[in-house]
């Protein structure tokens, strides 16, 4: 297996593309014609070949940009990666766990070489070639979290696990859907969960801190999320809202097949052997809606989802000013036809 | 997918008789490949295939945690208890085929902790044993008070003693020894971290005098296995599996739901993790609630039940499983 690795852009020109066989291996997150809050976790096991669920860390041909993205924002902001004093174990655990991983998945693009605690690994794509000591922070160039999340697409949250609750006390964010590390450091799973509307009321963030306390070596979760994003900005931070946030007034009927985007994050979470600690990776996929609509039921579903979404739950999610433009634009692709149930292309 | 824990296919590697009630176990993956890391402090649940019968017993795991050779568990026998640890003391040898669960923790420390002030009594010795290593590769402070009965039954007191003479503190019984808690609580230096593993009534006593010394409640941790308490028989009905079951005396509701072929989520089986939680949906009779996890109102509610430890008299008990 070959990846052909995109040059593009995230920001500025945006030449972020999609190939066409990205279109048809795009995490679309609707099952069903409606929307509503749930805590949809499953076990995150090898499905679907080809697909964004067949492996561990999913590698694809934005890889090698969306890293040099990753490393500009990084040089702007470098508080987008943190990690409190007792972190660090848990980052040679993220090291660990990815550097096996995408070894074992992509023997091609990535090696690992073990001798006791020398380690020796090549990162093919980047062209880094590191011998290391493991749990010596001494040995790498950066900490040991911050430099593996230099090395793999999502953003990072790392939580610590204590008091019957999750503290989020490490994290490597650069790609997020307008939410801050630098705010959030430090803070428990009900503290940082506190902006979201209408959940607390229906119990979620009770049941789903249950669920996540409990989750055990060797049997990952996953779910998927979704908002939407006008051009293809991976960044988009608080911290940068001056920057992004005008754009959303550059909406126009013409233009909305273009620049508005479909955002979805497949979020996963892994315990982590040695820490105790919970992963919490956040990768983020975008699609222009002229592509998404290229998958007749997903232009369709698509339609029917945004034109009855709950007004607070669009306003969270940001585009409620622009959600009039949207319905139109995408209501030219509903025909009124049944969609099949579940997220893939029929 | 099992309800419970990822399983691994062990063989036993060794046994060693470690003093007159205790023996130590060492699994190796049957495979050949290396065992998963974990964290101080965790435990595996061990499957015992005993008669017709499948025992899944939690044990800490006291090996070195950055060791993937092995896992080594240390077993207390129990004589008046259910037969788990007879199974394993009797019935387990070199060379048998098993199964465990991967690690699951429940009593793990707290690295932000300046220094670890752990206090053991008997068997619960083993979750620092691992707890102790870890620290030591990351040279984390910490100090040991074990409490034991004699010093034949002293298990792994002389060869943690010898490792770490200035931190570890032995406490014989029959020699009068005491652990003089209330000074070594109010000596500690800001930043500490208490833990504390044993019997039922040093727990109380640990906590309730970290308490009365005005101890921050997260800085105190403690890990209390209970054994499912024995009892009289019961019948329960499975709604949702249409299942009309039958828990034995020494049996546990828990094990009698799974002898039924019905998976049913768990994670500690000794009533502390929450795991098992299950709706009552009608009863008629006496819950006896045995688990640390129902807060009393969640007890007298006759709405939920921990099957891993409770037990019920009475007529008639449907649950939601």
């Known amino acids: 297996m070959t990846i052909n690795f995109n040059d593009e852009t995230f920001y500025g020109d945006f030449t972020f593309r999609n190939s066409p066989k990205a279109v048809q291996r795009f995490p679309f997150p609707f099952p069903e014609d409606s929307y509503m809050y749930s805590v949809n976790l499953e076990p995150h096991k090898s499905y679907r070949p080809g697909s964004v669920y067949e492996r561990t860390f999913d590698v694809d041909e934005h890889y090698v940009a969306e890293m040099k993205d990753r490393a500009r924002v990084l040089a702007d902001d470098p508080l987008r990666c943190q990690s409190l004093p007792h972190m660090t174990l848990a980052g040679w655990d993220l090291v660990e766990l990815i550097m096996t991983a995408k070894a074992e998945e992509y023997p091609d693009l990535f090696e690992l070489h073990r001798d006791g605690d020398r380690w020796r690994w090549i990162n093919r794509p980047l062209g880094i070639d590191d011998t290391f000591t493991f749990l010596d922070e001494t040995t790498l160039p950066y900490g040991p979290m911050e430099y593996i999340t230099r090395q793999t697409q999502g953003d990072f949250a790392i939580l610590d696990q204590r008091d019957d609750n999750l503290w989020m006390d490490a994290g490597m964010v650069t790609t997020q859907a307008d939410w801050s590390l630098d705010f959030d450091i430090g803070m428990n799973f009900f503290e940082w969960h506190a902006p979201v509307p209408k959940a607390h009321e229906m119990g979620v963030f009770v049941r789903a801190l249950k669920f996540l306390l409990n989750i055990q070596q060797g049997a990952p979760a996953r779910r998927l999320n979704w908002t939407m994003t006008i051009n293809p900005l991976l960044d988009t931070s608080p911290e940068n809202y001056h920057k992004w946030g005008a754009m959303k007034q550059e909406l126009t009927a013409e233009n909305v097949g273009r620049m508005m985007h479909l955002r979805v994050e497949l979020q996963t979470l892994f315990r982590l052997p040695r820490s105790n600690a919970l992963v919490f990776p956040i990768r983020c996929y975008l699609i222009r809606l002229e592509d998404l609509v290229t998958v007749p039921k997903w232009g369709r579903r698509f339609h029917r989802v945004i034109r009855d979404l709950p007004v607070e739950l669009a306003t969270y999610k940001g585009f409620v000013n622009n959600r009039p433009k949207i319905v139109e634009w995408l209501s030219k692709y509903d025909d009124g036809a049944p969609t099949s149930p579940g997220i893939w292309p029929d | ?321």
């Not at chain 2, 039954?153 to 209330?182: F, M, N, Q, S």
């Not at chain 2, 109010?186 to 005098?209: E, F, N």
């Open chain 2, 1 to 321: 997918m099992s309800a419970g824990t990822e399983k691994i296919d062990v063989t036993v590697a060794d046994v060693t008789p470690v003093n007159e009630l205790v023996t130590r176990f060492r699994f190796v993956r049957s495979d050949g490949g290396p065992m998963p890391t974990f964290s101080g402090g965790a435990h595996t649940v061990v499957e015992m295939q005993d008669g017709g019968r499948t025992r899944l017993n939690p044990y800490s795991l006291m090996s070195d945690p950055a060791d993937r050779s092995g896992f080594s568990i240390s077993v207390r026998r129990d004589d008046a208890g259910r037969g788990g640890s007879l199974y394993m003391h009797t019935k387990v040898h070199q060379g048998m085929k098993m199964v465990v669960s991967n690690p699951v923790n429940l009593f793990s420390l707290d690295l932000r902790a300046r220094k670890h002030l752990m206090i053991a009594g008997g068997i619960g010795i083993t979750p620092f044993m691992a707890q102790i290593k870890q620290l030591t590769a990351m040279n984390g402070n910490f100090e040991l008070h074990y409490a034991v009965r004699t010093a034949a039954l002293a298990t792994y007191a002389d060869e943690l003693h010898a490792t770490h003479p200035t931190r570890v503190h032995i406490y014989h019984d029959d020699r009068g020894e005491a652990i003089k808690l209330e000074r070594l609580l109010d000596g500690q230096p800001l930043g500490t971290h208490l833990y504390v593993c044993g019997p039922k009534g040093m727990i109380a006593w640990v906590r309730k005098s970290a308490e009365e010394l005005g101890w921050p409640r997260e800085a105190v941790h403690h890990e209390e296995f209970l054994a499912p308490a024995s009892g009289k028989p019961f019948e329960v009905k499975l709604a949702l599996s249409n299942k009309v079951i039958k828990v034995g005396e020494n049996q546990s509701l828990l094990e009698a739901i799974e002898e039924a072929g019905v998976d049913a989520p768990y994670l500690c089986r000794g009533g502390a993790c929450g795991q098992c939680e299950t709706d009552v949906i009608g009863y008629d009779g006496k819950f006896l609630h045995n688990d640390h996890w129902l807060t009393d109102d969640q007890k007298s509610g006759g709405k939920k039940i921990m099957p891993c430890v409770s037990r019920f008299e009475g007529k008639t008990l449907v649950l939601d499983r």
